[in-house]
């Protein structure tokens, strides 16, 4: 877990504080969807996320997705940037959640939790993902897109 960590930009927040909400719930999961289908095998059809969001956006707005995809091409790497931390991060709170339930490490589980600062990384991504994301919603807005429908 130590060395996945380390993969992390160190948060900047004290330890122990409460968990950041994500914008609009699972709306990042649009961009996830976007990002996950440039690396897929196109013979093996599409994955749920993809079936769930990227495809929802297309079939509803297929020439607005289209002008915002390209009018918004900085934000979204931007988004995929920290898409890739949150990836890693989810890495880490697998492995977490085995100590967790197990117990035989259970007590170690907090101990860990602490060191590499489980929280403080989490908070750190969507303390810089939510704005992002929040400016995409605007920019979709702009483009004729209802976000809202992605919140879900």
């Not at 992390?8 to 969807?33: R, T």
């Not at 939790?113 to 489980?118: G, K, T, W």
């Not at 750190?124 to 429908?149: H, T, V, Y």
């Amino acid at each position: 877990m130590r060395s996945i960590a380390r993969k992390l930009p160190q948060p900047e927040h004290i330890q122990n504080e409460e968990s950041v909400n994500q914008f609009s719930n699972n709306f990042y999961l649009l961009f996830f969807a976007l990002e996950q289908e440039k690396q897929s095998d196109k013979t093996e059809g599409d994955s749920i996320l993809i079936k769930t969001y990227l495809r929802k956006m297309e079939d509803l707005y297929k020439k607005e997705w289209q002008k915002f995809l390209l009018e918004n091409t900085e934000l979204i790497l931007q988004i995929n940037e920290l898409l890739s931390q949150r990836k890693i991060f989810s890495e880490l709170m697998s492995r977490y959640k085995i100590l967790l339930t197990d117990s035989k490490t259970f007590e170690l589980s907090d101990q860990i939790s602490e060191e590499i600062n489980l929280v403080g990384i989490s908070n750190s991504i969507w303390n810089k993902l939510n704005p992002l994301l929040e400016r995409a919603a605007k920019g979709m807005k702009q483009c004729g897109i209802d976000p809202e429908k992605f919140y879900s």
